[in-house]
């Protein structure tokens, strides 16, 4: 049986990954380094052994484009190259989860000064996978991350020796299982195995008594996936067509984006259907569409582009009309998880999502204006959400001011009048899920006049699943970023 110590909650700097304990998001990037470890020492490596990660590079490429582009065969179809039951696997479909901005880079290491450096994967901030040669092809180590549901957490910790800490833990479980990995030799070696309990006077490095000194992973010369082929983001300033047409999408999850690149700020999800395209532009590898609707571009190669006679109005709804009342029920009636209203955090806490988020006014005033029958201002949203108004701007708080604002006033939404934003105090995480819906053809829809009624259906059993009534939006109302064309009325769930 293992044996068990306990240990500081506080102490744990392996949890930097894992989130357990108050932490500011940065606001500026790691400063630049003299050396792939900035310790205050130049370093020169003539180390090598580069070309033979770089299946993995590319592999890890494609991931990111796929997950950025919303491109769910695509990932698939680059997932069947690998092991389903790997570290990889995992890590990546978890990435593909939770939906986020997949933001990964690498750095080459010479963790065992062997003249042969290890690759190192992760977010600029953490470590998120290392990479080592054995036999001269790239072994996986480990990966770590907070997995999207289930409460499963590891993370990676890095010593100026060599060692290696893995560390794995669930939030219901207070035991962590390490592993005492060390770099020497040529090789990989285990060297301990321990199990603590989170809540005590130890960090983990003691337990397995490891004295070199720890690597700060942020101070990394971090370069960015594709940086290798010298490859660039910015968009092409030819303009491949200015004529409108018209393109079906029939995928799930393709992101609009602000800019069209795939840096550009995520605005949304866009819904299966027929959607006007006014212009293209070329980055990244992709052909990029913008949407007549105003809401940003798309990646035209996950879309079939029509001839024109393939699509037509409908009952007085044109194509345009039929595109913003897919994106109304596709976007969501939830405040909580509508995807018209995406906070950024400012704060996060021990719990799981717990902190403090951030939203522009702009973001609650088309959420309350295309999801209500009401016509909201300003003001009117304040009440609504029952926050409390301030002159002084939380945005630029303190990371000790924040954790003081979020210990006095536990769950709560506050208005900067300063900063133009609302901010949400959370102290737990939010749970829940539903059944994946997918939404009829519009020759299915019931029109009447300017009315619009749509019944979505559980996409698994294809049975009626909720009932949208939808009106065109006359209403008139002021700072808000994107007024749709039609506003809910009213929406139940179908028995």
Known sequence: ??????????????????????????????????????????????????????????????????????????????????????????????????????????????????????????????????????????????????????????????????SVIYATFSSLNPEMDLTHYKFQKGGLEVLKEAQIRIGANQKAEQVLGISAKELDPSRFKWKELGE??????????????????????????????????????????????????????????????????????????????????????????????????????????????SRLVRPTMILELANDHSGIYAYSQAMFLDYYNTYTPDTYQLADVIKKLEAKETSESIQSMSEEQLIQLASEKKQAWLYSSKDKMFFELVPGGRGGAAPEMEIPSANEWVVEGDTVVVTTRIKSTSQPMERYVLKRNQKKYSGGEHKTRFYVVSKEFVN
């Open 228 to 337: 290798e082929k010298n490859s660039t983001s910015k968009v092409s300033s030819k303009e491949e067509t200015s004529t409108s047409f018209q393109v079906q999408v029939s995928v799930l999850d393709l992101r609009i984006r602000k800019e069209p690149t795939v840096k550009g700020q995520e605005v949304g999800k866009i819904s299966k259907g027929i959607h006007t395209i006014t212009e293209t532009k070329s980055a990244d590898g992709y052909t990029w569409g913008k949407l007549e609707s105003g809401q940003g571009w798309i990646a035209l190669e996950f879309t079939t582009k029509l001839d024109g006679k393939n699509a037509s109005a409908l009952d007085g709804l044109s194509v345009e009309d039929q595109e913003d009342i897919r994106s109304v029920v596709q976007n969501g009636y939830s405040l909580s998880f």
């Open 1 to 162: 049986m293992k044996k068990i110590y306990k240990v500081s909650l506080t102490a744990m700097t392996l949890l930097t990954l894992v989130a357990c304990g108050p932490k500011r998001r940065p606001r500026t990037q790691p400063s630049t380094v003299q050396s792939e470890v900035a310790d205050g020492k130049s370093s020169k490596k003539t180390s090598s052994g580069h070309e033979y990660y770089q299946t993995v590079l590319e592999r890890y490429q494609a991931y990111s484009r796929a997950i950025e582009a919303g491109d769910s065969a695509g990932l698939a179809a680059k997932l069947k190259e690998i092991e389903p039951a790997s570290d990889e696997y995992s890590y990546v479909f978890n990435l593909q989860t939770l939906g986020t901005k997949a933001t990964l880079s690498y750095v080459f290491m010479d963790l065992d000064k062997d003249g042969k450096d290890e690759l190192v994967l992760g977010d600029g901030q953490s470590v998120s996978a290392i990479y080592y040669l054995k036999n001269q092809k790239p072994t996986l180590l480990h990966t770590a991350f907070v997995a999207s549901a289930g409460g499963f957490r590891s993370s990676l910790q890095l010593f100026d020796d060599g």
